[in-house]
């Protein structure tokens, strides 16, 4: 997978081809198929498994949630847009033609990855959190961790078509602001006192 995403990078998608990536892997191009059926099926690969980024991401989805969800979140975010950023080119690509884009959507859903996995972790974190009591249970996790990769995405959309500074206070600490107004909306309510009434 490594050598389809310098292929990429270097070339771009439209010049990428299973012959190509077979000479920089040093494999034979039965090998691609075999593994992955197809270019789309590999470009898939390459996004769901294949960056340091989406390790690095699972990595701190997969933490133990600590006493300062803003920290945490602001980790979790910093390392979500991380991926977008290693990724949008590559999936940009992909999705610029339409044959390539069909197999890599199959490839996703066969798999059950793509997009999905990206809140799917953020969500798991989240629901550890509500499970230690960090986090209010009543809140839609799911929905919330949706929202959180959201503007994460649209963050790095808006920074490549616009330039960070597009973004809300010039794109300075994005992912702390965000974290930090989210972790007080989704913090465990406070008990409140007993009177002695």
């Not at 990724?87 to 996703?108: C, E, K, M, N, V």
């Not at 597009?166 to 309510?189: I, M, S």
């Amino acid at each position: 997978m490594s050598a389809t995403v310098a292929l990429i990078q270097r070339d771009g998608i439209a010049a990428l081809t299973t012959r190509g990536i077979a000479l920089e892997a040093g494999c034979a191009e039965g090998t691609i198929f075999r593994h992955f059926g197809d270019k789309g099926g590999l470009i898939a690969a390459v996004l769901s498994r294949g960056l340091p980024e989406i390790y690095r991401l699972e990595e701190v989805a997969r933490r133990a949630p600590s006493e300062d969800l803003a920290a945490d979140l602001t980790a979790l975010c910093t390392a979500v847009l991380d991926f977008y950023r290693a990724s949008y080119p590559i999936a940009a690509s992909a999705l610029a033609d339409g044959a390539t884009f069909r197999r890599y959507q199959a490839a996703h859903r066969e798999a059950g990855t793509g997009p999905r996995q990206i809140w799917e972790l953020v969500s798991g974190f989240l629901h550890e959190a509500s499970a230690l009591g960090l986090v209010d249970p009543g809140r839609d996790l799911d929905v919330e961790a949706v929202t959180l990769v959201g503007a994460c995405q649209n963050a790095v959309w808006v920074g490549l078509v616009n330039g960070d500074e597009a973004l809300p206070h010039g794109g300075d600490d994005f992912a702390g602001r965000l974290a930090r107004g989210r972790a007080r909306e989704l913090a465990t309510p406070p008990v409140p006192a007993r009177g002695d009434g």
